[in-house]
């Protein structure tokens, strides 16, 4: 599946931190005395892509109520929570998903990393309770943050180190936008086709154990994620055949631009998807796709996977939110 980050840690300990740093700030001792350490549950299992060993971290979303209250203000001057403020506030760990509305499965607007230059802060103008619990550790929360800076976007609270479920003195507004389904076929090809150049004019490259700019791993099935707007860090080659609330099987005359073909079998030195694009004949013969393959990156060129005379053991698959 996906990229690297250190084992498990000490629930005690991530909440000890989240108690202690803001009182330690306020003594004025400098926070960043503290090492960030990376959040979320451990996202991975032995299904991982066909070139993937490494496990990726995120926010785990489970259902359940809003953790421990604390509304407390954080500074003086804070302002009415019916009027937009403005409030910066210390991050914590790395490797946070910053998402574009405010629904834990929406599309990665970019990452918070605490270690990084001018990611150990950011800057919210107003929350909003999805309902939806994020936890790490024994803190929990259910809101999340519309962040201006350093990235735009929505963040859950969890990653901001404060001791409250929620940001102290700003305000709540509306309710979580619906999920984002990853738009049409064509949509979903432009996004795959976006990759080939994302690198500076050239193509992404494969890894292992890496994520993109994005949020998605750089592996086969972190990039077919990446174009059906899956929530990152993406899926593996397994999930996007075997759940049914992603791909349905179908048959190779029935593809369309934008269906899968998938080698679900064996292991991570097996397994492989591609995107298909369109036939190159009427014999269907061969097939052009798009694709991110190893020691190559992001492709779009003529396969023959499932088809006669190719590798038997892709299968064709079509992405349900199509809705054909």
Known sequence: MGG??????????????????????????????????????????????????????????????AGAPGLAARAAGAGSVRQAVAADFPTWGTRWVVHASADINSPSAGMINKSAPGQDRITADYQVDTGHKVCEGRACSTFMAH?????????????????????????????????????????????????????????????????????????CSGYVSMALGLPTPGTNTVGLATNRGITRPLSLGELKPGD?????????????????EKWNDDAHSSYTAYEQRGEHGTDHRTLTYGLPGGDAEFKPYRPVKFGD
């Open 4 to 65: 690297g980050g250190p084992g498990p840690r000490s629930p005690f300990r991530r909440t000890l931190l989240r108690r202690v740093i803001p009182a330690v700030a306020a003594a004025g001792i400098g926070i960043g005395a503290f090492a960030g350490f990376a959040h979320g549950s451990q996202v991975g299992d032995a299904a991982a892509d066909r070139h993937s060993v490494a496990r990726t971290e995120l926010a785990r979303d489970t259902t359940g109520g």
């Open 147 to 219: 962040i201006t800076g350093p990235v735009q976007g929505f963040l859950s609270v969890v990653a901001v180190d404060i001791p409250q479920d929620r940001l102290p003195g700003v305000p709540v507004q509306g309710s979580p936008q619906p999920p984002q389904p990853g738009g049409t076929r064509q949509e979903m090809l432009n996004r795959a086709a976006a990759w080939l150049t994302a690198n500076g004019g050239s193509q992404v490259p494969y890894s292992q154990a890496k994520v993109w700019k994005d949020g998605y791993r750089q592996d």
């Open 260 to 276: 899968l073909l998938i080698d679900a079998a064996g292991d991570n030195n097996t397994r492989h998807v591609v995107i298909f």
